[in-house]
Nanobody, 115 residues
């Protein structure tokens, strides 16, 4: 069973920073891919950033240069460092993890950016 718990969301002013964390109760070594997605009201859930077991990362064009994804296997945690936040970054952010053919989701954490 993969259980993901996100934390770190909140209210921040435009230009500010937040760091999201996603912790898995079990070992990260069985998870081949970890990602952060976001969903704003009335919109689809979109990829923000992902990181593979190899360490290869990928980012949405809208966050390149501002957001950084990283994983700490020893702590079973994946992070999303978000800098230079914009009002359009406001959304519920979800952590996702792949194990085999299955994808698992966290419950989401709200990020609000005031202008």
């Amino acid at each position: 069973q993969v259980q993901l718990v996100e934390s770190g969301g909140g209210l921040v002013q435009a230009g500010g920073s937040l760091r999201l964390s996603c912790t898995h109760s079990g070992s990260f070594y069985s998870l081949t891919y970890l990602g952060w997605y976001r969903q704003a009201p009335g919109k689809e859930r979109d990829l923000v950033a992902g990181i593979h077991n190899s360490g290869r990362t990928n980012y949405a064009d809208s966050v390149k240069g501002r957001f950084t994804i990283s994983r700490d296997n020893a702590k079973n945690t994946v992070y999303l460092q978000m800098n230079s936040l914009k009002p359009e970054d406001a959304a519920v952010y979800y952590c996702a993890a792949d194990r085999g053919d299955n994808r698992y989701w966290g419950q989401g954490t709200q990020v609000t950016v005031s202008s």
